[in-house]
């Protein structure tokens, strides 16, 4: 079975403040698939990254970063410097290597001031 | 690259008809489509995968006399709802996925379904 557990259901956060969301998941795969998508008003999905379990190193991408903790099951994604274009839902997605599934946590509401 | 189209974007029916959604895959061969379905600030629930030129596997819950799902070419899925009603309103999502990419899924814009 899968899990993929999204605790923070909203952020809301001044512009230029850092939001760092949290993604705790579950599976018995020893090779499996983490993802980040952003869904923004408009409702279509927009991938961030994907991660494989035999790659722990943390990435960071312009303002996003993510870390990826084996030990603890968890991929928790940070926003450094928000800005009000990061106003969005954010999912946390798990996929094992056999199906290719995507289980989603219910999503972190970000919600960013100017 | 990986480029994947819904159609229609949006659509109101009443209960009682059906209606269908196209899944395409416009620049690339798509092996696997899968359908979700998003309610309003939930999370996206995988209803069904599908595998070009054979029957499509539904996640449990989902009744697939309700959704019927074709995915009659390498990159074209249909979804049809079948006698919808105003419980089946939500946001429907597919994604594609083909061979010569890695473990991505590209995802449609969805297409937002009301029925009244």
């Known amino acids: 079975a899968q899990k993929v557990t999204q605790a923070q259901t909203e952020i809301s956060v001044v512009e230029k403040e850092d939001v760092t969301l949290d993604c705790v998941y579950e599976t018995r795969d020893t090779t499996y698939y983490l993802f980040w998508y952003k869904q923004p008003p408009s409702g279509e999905l927009v991938f961030l990254i994907r991660r494989n379990s035999f790659d722990e190193q943390n990435e960071i991408s312009g303002r996003y970063s993510w870390n990826f903790q084996k030990s603890t099951s968890s991929f928790n994604f940070t926003i450094t410097a928000s800005q009000v274009v990061d106003s969005a839902v954010y999912f946390c997605?798990?996929?094992?290597?056999?199906?290719?599934?995507?289980?989603f946590g219910a999503g972190t509401t970000v919600t960013v001031r100017a | 690259g990986a480029v994947v189209s819904q159609h229609p974007s949006w659509v109101i029916c009443k209960s009682g008809t059906s209606v269908k959604i196209e899944c395409r895959s416009l620049?690339?061969?798509?092996?696997?489509m899968f359908w979700y379905r998003q309610f309003p600030k939930q999370s996206l629930m995988l209803m069904a995968t599908?595998?070009?030129?054979?029957?499509?596997?539904?996640e449990q819950g989902v009744e697939k006399d309700k959704f019927l799902i074709n995915h009659a070419s390498l990159t074209l899925s249909t979804l049809t709802v079948t006698s919808a009603h105003p419980e089946d309103s939500s946001f429907y999502i597919c994604?594609?996925?083909?061979?010569?990419?890695?473990?991505?899924?590209?995802f449609g814009p969805g297409t937002r379904l009301t029925v009244t």
């Open positions: 620049d690339f061969q798509a092996t696997t």
């Open positions: 997605a798990l996929s094992e290597a056999n199906d290719y599934k995507l289980s």
């Open positions: 994604s594609a996925r083909g061979y010569s990419l890695s473990y991505e899924q590209y």
């Open positions: 599908s595998n070009e030129g054979s029957k499509a596997t539904y």
